[in-house]
């Protein structure tokens, strides 16, 4: 058996712990068994960059972040142009994969990959899709991995935040990535006490956000904590087109949507509004346990999907177990938190504003 592995699109902790159970999987069940990785995502498999890999590449590599193949953005919107020296990408990946005489493609990544997976299957290759992100957004699985990794992360700077804070009688904003969906700021958010959590999919009021931080400045909290989500946006600016948005922003040129709240609370309440940015710290360091664990039954679960021929799937998980889900039905569609959801209610009830 032949396979093609790849990693593409943003990075997460747990890459190389799920390309580990793809190969341990079928290595112990598959007589020879040769497995091809492409570098830096679709770009290895587009121009033929790529390396025969041995049982010592995934030897040690469970706890590893990062990826031992790279990665790199290679947006979908763009795979029908033309790339370097005018070359037909789509061909380019597909001549590629007849000419290895690959038996599958696995393509980890979130869901710009995921779009790519599913046009190469539609044109006719065997793939297998595994869904990664810190941002968990993607839809038809209850879970990605990198994602517990990154809440960890995330919600040690906040935590870190919480003393200082107290210190100082200050307001700290903590920027979580996620520019289209804020599971990872909710999450982050609940699990470190934040008093704020502003995401993309609840567009805030500033006066919301002043009355939640005045609020507990008269229940006697000095200090108020918002974890903000990359993608947050005002009540003003959700209804602007994203033309207009675009104009508006870089009117403002803050640096991002932390600094504009940061200042807005500065100029309201007289405090002291601080920005941290933890960035890529996110998606950066070892798998938390939990992503080890699911990433060794997504791989596992992959090599058993390759090894019955059910191409053309992502192996998600839901209600717990592994699961086929067809990439035609998932592929272009993000999983979003509903504002209405049993967890932001929750939250709501214990006293969290979502500056809505
Ligand atoms: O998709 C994962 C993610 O980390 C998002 O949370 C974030 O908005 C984006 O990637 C950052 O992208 P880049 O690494 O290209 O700056």
Same mark, same amino acid.
């Given at each position: ?28 069940? +598959?007589?020879?068994? %040769? *497995?091809? @990785?492409?570098?830096? /995502?679709?770009?290895? $498999?587009?121009? =033929? ?121 200050? +307001?700290?904003?903590? %920027? *979580?990535? @996620?520019?289209?969906? /804020?599971?990872?700021? $909710?999450?982050? =958010? ?136 067809? $990439? ?29």
């Amino acid at each position: 058996m032949k396979i093609g592995m790849l990693t593409s699109g943003g990075d997460c902790q747990a890459l190389n712990a799920a390309m580990r159970g793809v190969v341990k999987g079928l290595s112990e069940n +598959v007589d020879n068994l %040769e *497995v091809y @990785g492409f570098y830096n /995502g679709y770009k290895g $498999l587009i121009y =033929g960059n790529y390396r025969l890999l041995t049982s010592e590449d995934f030897s040690g590599i469970l706890t590893r972040g990062g990826t031992i193949l790279g990665s790199s953005r290679e947006p979908f919107k763009n795979m029908r142009d033309p790339g370097e020296n005018g070359i037909d990408k789509v061909e380019a990946m597909k001549n590629n994969y007849y000419k290895l005489n690959l038996d599958c493609l696995v393509i980890l990544g979130g869901n710009g990959t995921q779009k790519t997976a599913n046009l190469l299957r539609e044109e006719g290759l065997h793939v297998i899709h595994l869904p990664k992100t810190i941002d968990n957004d993607i839809y038809g699985t209850d879970m990605t991995f990198g994602f517990y990794s990154a809440v960890n992360i995330a919600c040690e700077a906040i935590d870190c935040i919480h003393t200082t804070a107290a210190s100082h009688n200050r +307001v700290f904003i903590v %920027e *979580v990535m @996620g520019h289209k969906v /804020g599971w990872l700021t $909710l999450y982050a =958010g609940v699990a470190s006490g934040a008093d704020i959590i502003l995401l993309p999919e609840i567009p805030y009021s500033d006066d919301s956000i002043i009355e939640a931080i005045e609020k507990r400045r008269k229940a006697g909290k000095g200090f108020t904590i918002l974890a903000v989500a990359e993608g947050a946006i005002s009540k003003k600016d959700a209804k602007l087109s994203k033309k207009e948005l675009k104009k508006k922003r870089a009117k403002e040129a803050y640096p991002s949507v932390s600094y504009r709240v940061a200042q807005m609370i500065t100029e309201r309440t007289g405090s002291e509004a601080r920005v941290t940015v933890p960035g890529h710290t996110q998606r950066g360091g070892s798998p938390c346990p939990y992503d080890r664990v699911l990433c060794s039954r997504l791989g596992s679960a992959a090599a058993k999907a390759i090894m019955d021929g059910k191409f053309g799937n992502m192996v998600g998980i839901i209600n717990g177990e592994t699961k086929l889900v067809p $990439l035609e039905e998932v592929a272009g569609k993000l999983k979003v938190v509903d504002p209405n959801c049993k967890m932001v209610k929750e939250a709501k009830r214990m006293g969290i504003s979502f500056g809505d």
